[in-house]
């Protein structure tokens, strides 16, 4: 399964978010330490965030993230506010080119799955950026509303009851993470908030989110983000 993380605060670069943490993206990308599925990955990366605009802006490669030395020279002077960032280990069957490697996006969201399903339980979507089985259940989503995404994601398990479908999204004002499969952790900073598949070190003020909830991030109230986790049993 891949590894993937959500940034939304004030202005980070890039490089400090996915390159410089010690157990970061990536460190992630060929030694992630909770990964349960895979092993390393090295099949692409993405990362997207909200320009000044609000417009969406995306990075993506098919290689690893370790061996690009253009990326790793640009990083440290990308910065957002709200970032989406991903590296994968593609499921087997799935395409290898830069257009299946997370983050999607329908020109607001920014989503990454993490996970996979079987393209027999997710209808065909023209709109998909890509064949794989990401890209179709981010379509799916999109299509859906991001509202509605434990509906959609109940929908897709009811068809494919194997499928993983551990799911990051924002859209520059709140964070929505899905946990189906896989957990998530976040960690409260003094100027934002941090989702990701796992801790990018060992500050013990990371907390995790366990299997089948919902964490959401809202919009900054007085430089104080509402979080709310929920345990998807109770609704
Ligand atoms: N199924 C997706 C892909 O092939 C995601 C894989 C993953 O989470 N490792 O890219």
């Known amino acids: 399964m891949c590894r993937h ?67 790793a020279s640009l990083a440290p002077v990308l910065a957002s506010g709200s970032v989406l960032a991903a590296v994968r280990s593609a499921t087997i069957g799935m395409p290898l080119d830069e ?32 064949t794989c089985d990401s890209a179709i259940l981010a379509a799916h989503v999109f299509a859906a509303g991001v509202d509605r995404v434990v509906d959609t994601v109940r929908d897709v398990a009811r068809a494919d009851p194997d499928a993983y479908l551990n799911l990051l999204m924002t859209d520059g004002t709140r964070i929505v993470g899905l946990t189906w499969g896989d957990e998530l952790s976040y960690l409260v900073e003094p100027d934002g908030v941090v989702v990701a598949s796992e801790p990018w070190d060992d500050d013990p ?23 709310s986790v929920t345990d998807l049993e109770d609704r």
């Open 99 to 130: 257009t299946a490697a997370a983050p999607f996006t329908d020109g607001t969201w920014l989503l990454s799955h993490n996970g996979r399903v079987s393209r027999a339980a997710l209808p065909p979507r023209l709109d998909a950026e890509s």
């Open 5 to 71: 993380l959500a940034w939304l605060g004030a202005p980070r670069s890039v490089a400090s978010l996915v390159l410089d943490p010690p157990a970061g993206l990536l460190h992630q990308s060929y030694a992630p330490r909770r990964q349960k599925r895979g092993v390393v990955n090295a099949d692409g990366w993405g990362v997207g965030f909200h320009d000044d605009a609000g417009q969406v802006r995306r990075w993506r490669s098919s290689r690893p993230l370790w061996g690009e030395s253009s990326f």
């Open 205 to 227: 003020r990371w907390i995790d989110v366990p299997d089948h909830h919902l964490i959401e991030v809202g919009p900054s109230v007085n430089g104080a983000r509402p979080i």
